[in-house]
């Protein structure tokens, strides 16, 4: 009898086969976008405060805070993901973004308005404003959105955070 509850216990926590190999790769993936996407800012905020202002939907006085504080909030997030910290939170905080991202793009799109996005360096592919930007950034919510229903732990590295109680 309590052979059958372990197998079935253990058939629940095997319900997604490569759990551990998804949640890897997905992390590294997100992980590594965000990390990407905010060195070209970091490297150069006066260049990304224009850029923030040619978006035309925050007060002037939002600008270069929004210059300031984005670029290292995506750097942080995306260490802290690759990694395996706080995974979750990072998570709502990297889906949150691309909402935002995904909300102003269209809105400038129906503005008419085309010019250099900001996101990457201005010679890949996902520097433009258009509708394929928009689905780009769709993806990665989706894959943002399977990383906070798959990662449930706090840590995602057990071996670093656990306590050595044999002494």
Known sequence: MANVEKDRASHRKQSIPHRG????????????????????????????KNIVATYEV??????NITAAVLPWLEFWTGVLVLMGIL???????QGSLLVLFILVTGLNIARGMEFYCGCFTEDTIASGISYWHIMFNMLWLLMAGALFILERRRFSHRFLFTHNTAR
Do not use: H, T
Not at 27 to 47: E, M, N, Q
Not at 87 to 93: A, D, N, P
């Open 58 to 63: 925050l007060p002037y006085w939002m600008v």
């Open 21 to 48: 190999i998804i949640i890897f790769l997905l992390r590294l993936c997100l992980g590594g976008l965000f990390i990407y996407a905010s060195l070209s800012k970091i490297r150069d905020p006066l260049r990304f």
């Open 87 to 93: 995974v979750r939170g990072c998570i709502v905080m």
